[in-house]
């Protein structure tokens, strides 16, 4: 499955932005997504993850109450809305897709199989 991710750019602090991906190739309707980041020399870390209907969702402390994950299994789309965004929430965005009919929400790197080149997101002061 080929990923796609877009909607970064620069943003003020408190501001909101919205991250749209975009699957081709391959449905997504079994498998479970994830948005990670990465910041310059940082490690890249989860910020959210969802099942395959949606109806599970699970989130980085560091964004609770403040990022929400959804997915369109019609559209073949997950989308990460992000509100009262930080200084530090500054990085590249990621999403990612496991394996096909994977269980149990997933928060490493290394337990997804497909991803997409990222997005940067700018939050400025």
């Known amino acids: 499955v080929q990923l796609q991710a877009s909607g970064g750019g620069l943003v003020q602090a408190a501001g909101s932005s919205r991250l749209p991906c975009a699957a081709s190739?391959?449905?997504?309707?079994?498998?479970?997504m994830a948005w990670f980041r990465q910041a310059p020399a940082k490690e890249r870390e989860f910020v959210a993850g969802?099942?395959?209907?949606?109806?599970?969702?699970n989130y980085a402390d560091f964004v609770k109450g403040r990022f929400a994950i959804s997915r369109d299994n019609v559209k073949e789309t997950v989308t990460l809305q992000m509100n009262s965004l930080k200084p530090e929430d500054t990085a590249t965005y990621l999403c990612?897709?496991?394996?096909?009919?994977?269980?149990?929400?997933?928060?490493?790197?290394?337990?997804?199989?497909?991803w997409g080149q990222g997005t940067e997101v700018t939050v400025s002061s």
């Open positions: 190739g391959r449905t997504i309707s079994r498998r479970l």
């Open positions: 990612a897709a496991r394996l096909p009919f994977a269980t149990g929400l997933a928060d490493r790197a290394d337990q997804y199989s497909s």
């Open positions: 969802i099942g395959w209907s949606g109806g599970n969702t």
